[in-house]
């Protein structure tokens, strides 16, 4: 079973849908949880880090079930520019800071 | 702040050359990892650096070294390259204090024929 699972999509939608990514990660030992954005052929840039009680920032709603070990992402109201790849990232008790990568799910957003 | 940068953006390499990937970063983060991207793969840890001195192995450290002399660079080199290293490589840097929140740098795309 891979660490960290992710819906490759690609999620094609229209402006001003709300879309939800997923991700499902394997150890229990994971402590710290991120979701990342990487638009074409640049680099990551952290997004949000997420929080047990859940965290929002703007149009973006992060969710953490850890007896499900199951990570959520919501963006509502979405715009063309959100079109990127959304990696889910986990990072392990005592890991010192290596980070676990999702493969990424694709958003496309369509005029 | 220049954050985190990384040199040269691309380079081409026939099978069996050495080479060394530049990283540096200016934010005083302690932590400073290699990671390699390759299609349906997502990132993969090659080498991580928590200090000055300290080195260790990530997931895919073979056919790669590195160092940490200073705390602002950390580069990686690769030793006989081979067509198995084409990737796309990305340095990062953190602070603990952030809950390891990292940070990249823009890349470099290697090319092995």
């Known amino acids: 079973r891979k660490e960290v699972e992710q819906d490759p999509g690609p999620f094609n939608v229209p402006e001003g849908a709300t879309v939800a990514f997923n991700c499902t990660y394997s150890n229990s030992a994971s402590q710290s949880f991120f979701w990342y954005r990487q638009d074409c052929r640049k680099e990551p840039k952290l997004l949000m880090s997420v929080y047990s009680s859940g965290n929002e920032d703007g149009r973006f709603t992060a969710q953490l079930n850890r007896a499900s070990q199951y990570i959520s992402l919501l963006i509502r109201d979405s715009k063309l520019s959100d079109s990127a790849t959304y990696l889910c990232?986990?990072?392990?008790?005592?890991?010192?800071?290596?980070?676990?990568f999702g493969k990424g799910t694709k958003l496309s957003v369509k005029p | 702040n220049a954050g985190v940068t990384q040199t040269p953006k691309f380079q081409v390499l026939k099978t069996g050359q050495s080479m060394t990937l530049q990283c540096a970063q200016d934010m005083n983060h302690e932590y400073m990892s290699w990671y390699r991207q390759d299609p349906g793969m997502g990132l993969r840890l090659i080498h991580y650096?928590?200090?000055?001195?300290?080195?260790d192995q990530g997931e895919v450290p073979n056919g790669y070294n590195v160092s940490r002399s200073t705390t602002e660079d950390f580069p990686l080199r690769l030793l006989s390259a081979a067509p198995s290293q084409t990737s796309v490589y990305f340095c990062?840097?953190?602070?603990?204090?952030?809950?390891?929140?990292?940070?990249f740098g823009p890349g470099t795309r290697l090319t092995v024929t």
């Open positions: 990062a840097s953190s602070y603990p204090g952030r809950n390891y929140e990292q940070y």
């Open positions: 650096s928590v200090g000055a001195g300290i080195t």
């Open positions: 990232v986990v990072n392990m008790r005592g890991s010192q800071g290596n980070l676990i």
